[in-house]
């Protein structure tokens, strides 16, 4: 399994945007990135993958380095809402998702 | 459109004693997986069920085990229950397999005493 490496907690003020970074030294050149994230009380939630190039959703955007050893989860105007640990998961085309500990975001009013 | 259900949402049981937990995927899914999480970890692979067959296992005792019925829904079994199996269970469904989207319910709380 592809190790990833992520900063244990991040916080960030409402409104600003917020970057995730993952560190994924080992991935390999078929291997998907996405992203996930868990909010209180509640299972994990999907947010944006992607393999080479940068991705856009309506919830986020994913910066993947040229090298694909590393990538960035940008949330463009933190709001209270996303209050939340944010998974960076390495997808080998195996059944399984990897989860790490995740970084626990808080975002102050 | 309903999402990922599961029940029960909370549960208590004692060691050694049997548990079955319940899922029902989203609509128009067709497989489910099974993760555990214990408090302040992220969650881990139990296993994956596919057109109700077993499709990939994480590193689980064989007291785990699994079932996914013809419309899809699914249970976790676990016996002769541990201390450490205390922990939130989470399903989650999708389309075909880890590379499509997995949809993950709000998860069965079991404390085991």
Redesign the interface.
């Known amino acids: 399994d592809a190790k990833t490496t992520q900063p244990n907690s991040m916080e960030s003020n409402e409104e600003e945007p917020v970057h995730l970074p993952c560190n994924h030294s080992t991935i390999s050149g078929t291997d998907?990135i996405h992203w996930?994230r868990q909010l209180p009380?509640?299972?994990?939630?999907?947010v944006i993958?992607g393999l080479t190039s940068n991705v856009n959703n309506r919830m986020a955007s994913l910066a993947i380095a040229e090298d694909r050893k590393s990538s960035t989860l940008i949330l463009h105007r933190a709001t209270l809402r996303d209050a939340a640990?944010y998974?960076c998961i390495v997808?080998q085309?195996?059944?399984?998702?990897?989860?790490?500990?995740?970084t626990r975001l808080t975002i102050n009013p | 459109e309903t999402g990922v259900t599961q029940s029960p949402t909370h549960l208590i049981k004692t060691r050694g004693q049997q548990v079955t937990l319940r899922c029902s995927s989203q609509s128009g899914h067709n497989t489910v997986s099974w993760y555990q999480q214990a408090l302040g970890q992220g969650p881990q692979f139990i296993f994956q069920y596919y057109r109700e067959e077993e499709n990939g296992r994480g590193n689980f005792p064989p007291r785990f085990s699994g079932l996914q019925f013809p419309n899809y829904s699914s249970e976790l079994n676990v016996n002769a229950l541990e201390l450490d199996d205390s922990a939130l269970y989470l399903c989650a469904s999708s389309l075909v397999g880890f590379q499509e989207t997995q949809y993950f319910g709000p998860g069965t709380r079991l404390l085991v005493l």
């Open positions: 998907y996930y009380s509640q299972g994990p939630e999907y993958h640990v998974y997808i085309g195996a059944q399984k998702l990897v989860f790490g500990q995740g």
